[in-house]
T-cell receptor, first 122, second 107 residues
Framework: EVQLVESGGGLVQPGRSLRLSCEGS????????MHWVRQAPGKGLEWVSG??????????ADSVQGRFTISRDDAKNSLYLQMNSLRVEDTALYYC????????FGSGFDRWGQGSLVTVSS | SYELTQPLSVSVAPGQTARVPCGGD??????VHWYQQKPGQAPVLVLY???NRPYGIPERFSGSNSGNTATLTISRVQLGDEAEYYC??????????FGPGTKVTVL
């Protein structure tokens, strides 16, 4: 079964850091643009960040610019999100997703993980 | 900053047609994608680039985009179509902006 599996979430105090990981299972991340999308409890979807298949294009939502860093390691078939200076409002379920057209950044997210919950609270 | 608008809810009887609008300034010039999310589940892409259906999505799902409104149309609505539907636009300025979502209720 083709899956994206997130890990690394948890409870963290405001101002601290956390690193999310996403590994492909039966799915090769190489040659695919990848993104992180989050959903706060009971709220809608928010795109967080994306990285093109060859890492030459990286974008962030204004809400996380300067605090979060997206990266990928195709040798490990993995995607990462380094989250620094976390705020209460960053509390959400974080999904790892891939573009339906691998080489086309932002073509639509057809593969979703089950999410990793990040809770920022003192 | 660019904003998307969606009605909070749309109600439809089984077998009828549901139309979910997504409003945005000159949205016709942008790539629009649509997602379906059922409670407790990850979203599912139902249309990409206005009107393209991913593999496995029924032909009952279709899309249009003109002027300032993109529309997801669900024909012959079934009970299983009850869900939250999100539009998403993508261009160099908006990046991956999602709309606020519309709850489609099948009466």
């Amino acid at each position: 079964e083709v899956q994206l599996v997130e890990s690394g979430g948890g409870l963290v105090q405001p101002g601290r850091s956390l690193r999310l990981s996403c590994e492909g299972s039966g799915f090769i991340l190489k040659d695919n643009a990848m993104h992180w999308v989050r959903q706060a409890p009971g709220k809608g979807l928010e795109w967080v960040s994306g990285i093109s298949w060859n890492s030459d294009r990286i974008q962030y939502a204004d809400s996380v610019q300067g605090r979060f860093t997206i990266s990928r390691d195709d040798a490990k078939n993995s995607l990462y999100l380094q989250m620094n200076s976390l705020r209460v409002e960053d509390t959400a379920l974080y999904y790892c997703v891939s573009d339906i057209i691998g080489y086309s950044f932002g073509s639509g997210f057809d593969r979703w993980g089950q999410g990793s919950l990040v809770t920022v609270s003192s | 900053s660019y904003e998307l608008t969606q009605p909070l809810s749309v109600s439809v009887a089984p077998g009828q047609t549901a139309r979910v609008p997504c409003g945005g300034d000159n949205i016709k010039a942008k790539n629009v994608h649509w997602y379906q999310q059922k409670p407790g589940q990850a979203p599912v892409l139902v249309l990409y680039r206005h009107s393209n259906r991913p593999y496995g999505i029924p032909e009952r799902f279709s899309g249009s985009n003109s002027g300032n409104t993109a529309t997801l149309t669900i024909s012959r609505v079934q009970l299983g179509d009850e869900a939250e539907y999100y539009c998403q636009v993508w261009d160099s300025r908006t990046a991956g902006l999602f709309g606020p979502g519309t709850k489609v209720t099948v009466l």
